[in-house]
T-cell receptor, first 112, second 115 residues
Framework: GDSVTQMEGPVTLSEEAFLTINCTYTATGYPSLFWYVQYPGEGLQLLLKATKADDKGSNKGFEATYRKETTSFHLEKGSVQVSDSAVYFCALSPNTGNQFYFGTGTSLTVIP | SAVISQKPSRDICQRGTSLTIQCQVDSQVTMMFWYRQQPGQSLTLIATANQGSEATYESGFVIDKFPISRPNLTFSTLTVSNMSPEDSSIYLC????????????FGPGTRLTVL
């Protein structure tokens, strides 16, 4: 079945460091891919998405490219800030039916 | 995008009692869902709230424990019944809009602690 595998955390970086959080997926069809962010004490917010191969989603300096050949959707940011400290979830929608598949989440802490 | 609110935002409850969580969306949506997020864990889908009919539950979740209502296209409730400490979690409501049907929007969550 469809699934998402996400890089284990926690991740601790210094401010202005480069961030990569790995996400790979398994899907039988042509899913849409998402990154959600959960700030402390809050619900999930959509960070970015991509709906087809080679699409790049971007928002707030974060980027992720839908790579069908490697079944990946890695999240990157060139220079992280303390305010980026949160838990990041990779997710997949198979676009058939309503099921949404989430990764286990990666906790990011950015220190000044 | 849809803006989703939940009430209460948090609660502390006694074992054996029940709590009803409300979810309100600012626009009509096609689908509404309820998730549970246990401490330090990812999201687990509890059920799909169907408008005007019984909810569709995922494996491991039953109606007697988690009754759900959805009387219209913008509102749903989840009740956590006969609570035990194992029910301590964040409960999240989400929704799919017709216009962006592949994107789920989430409420801020209800943080439940059962003593």
């Amino acid at each position: 079945g469809d699934s998402v595998t996400q890089m284990e955390g926690p991740v601790t970086l210094s401010e202005e460091a480069f961030l990569t959080i790995n996400c790979t997926y398994t899907a039988t069809g042509y899913p849409s891919l998402f990154w959600y962010v959960q700030y402390p004490g809050e619900g999930l917010q959509l960070l970015l998405k991509a709906t087809k191969a080679d699409d790049k989603g971007s928002n707030k300096g974060f980027e992720a490219t839908y790579r069908k050949e490697t079944t990946s959707f890695h999240l990157e940011k060139g220079s992280v800030q303390v305010s980026d400290s949160a838990v990041y979830f990779c997710a997949l929608s198979p676009n058939t039916g309503n099921q949404f598949y989430f990764g286990t989440g990666t906790s990011l802490t950015v220190i000044p | 995008s849809a803006v989703i609110s939940q009430k209460p935002s948090r609660d502390i409850c006694q074992r054996g009692t029940s709590l009803t969580i409300q979810c309100q969306v600012d626009s009509q949506v096609t689908m509404m869902f309820w998730y549970r997020q246990q401490p330090g864990q990812s999201l687990t889908l509890i059920a799909t709230a169907n408008q005007g009919s019984e909810a569709t539950y995922e494996s491991g979740f039953v109606i007697d424990k988690f009754p759900i209502s959805r009387p219209n296209l913008t509102f749903s409730t989840l009740t956590v019944s006969n609570m035990s400490p194992e029910d301590s979690s964040i409960y999240l409501c989400s929704a799919l809009q017709e216009i962006s049907k592949d994107t789920q929007y989430f409420g801020p969550g209800t943080r439940l602690t059962v003593l």
